[in-house]
């Protein structure tokens, strides 16, 4: 299986990538499905809403501060790093994600669409205001910070840049995804349930307009009964091997 992924990759004309939560377990990150019970009492689903946020926003970017502490720690694993190189070889053309980690960019990937956004990013919710944190140098003042913070522009509440459960994906990063979708030969999907929609349309424009799917994954998913190949093993094992594989073939 591994020798016909590596194949499809190789031979590719436009391959892409979409991501999941999977993908980033060997770094660490705890995703919301597993956190292992609850966080001050509150389920992790029920701060991540709209509604959460008029309530108590407060409680939202104490939860927030947090997850934020907690995935800034995480670094990269192999398998971002092998996608970033896929990128760098010609082979991968963009990768899709899930994840709001931040780990693809720094990995090095550089075209990258985030379809639920980015927890190191912020907006407003009056203006048109954004920030991301790492890159303006303030992460650390705002992790510090334990008032509400305010936009800069207007002074209206400043919220996650990430999409809360019941909020429509990004108009621009969804169909910037479906587009590459269409366009690709090759998917190589990891670590994602496909179960969650829009996104998991991703890898079946792919199948259905000629193109083929191969799967990473330690289970099977909503996306296993279209793979053409299906890898049942963690993100970074497999990628290391079929990166080892790849290499051998160009």
Not at 81 to 92: D, T
Not at 132 to 156: H, I, M, T, V
Not at 177 to 182: D, G, K, S, V, Y
Request: glycine fraction near 8%.
């Amino acid at each position: 299986m591994i020798e016909e992924a590596a194949k499809l990759l190789a031979r590719s004309r436009f391959a892409i990538a979409f991501t999941g939560a999977g993908i980033s377990a060997e770094s660490g990150v705890p995703t919301f499905r597993g956190f292992n019970g609850l966080w001050k009492k509150h389920r992790p689903e029920e701060l991540a809403t709209p509604e959460a946020f008029r309530k108590d926003p407060y409680l939202v970017w104490e939860f927030y501060r947090w997850r934020m502490d907690l995935i800034r720690k995480a670094r990269p694993n192999r398998a971002h790093y092998a996608l970033a190189e896929l990128e760098s070889m010609g082979i991968l053309k963009a990768v899709i994600t899930q994840n709001v980690d931040d780990l693809h960019r720094e990995a090095g990937t550089g075209n990258l669409i985030e379809l639920h956004g980015n927890i190191f990013r912020v907006k407003c919710t009056s203006c048109g205001y954004g920030e991301y944190l790492k890159e303006s140098g303030k992460l650390e003042e705002f992790l510090a910070q334990r008032n509400l913070p305010q936009c800069p522009d207007c002074g209206s509440l400043l919220r996650p840049d990430v999409v809360w459960f019941g909020e429509p994906l990004p108009r621009s990063a969804l169909n910037e995804a479906f587009r590459l979708a269409e366009r690709a030969d090759v998917v190589l999907v990891i670590g994602t349930s496909g179960v969650v929609y829009p996104a998991a349309y991703i890898p079946q424009i792919v199948k259905e307009t000629g193109g083929r799917v191969i799967e990473i994954n330690t289970e099977e998913s909503g996306i296993t009964p279209i793979a053409d190949v299906f890898l049942r093993c963690p993100a970074g094992e497999a990628m290391e091997k079929l990166m080892t594989r790849i290499k051998g073939l160009i």
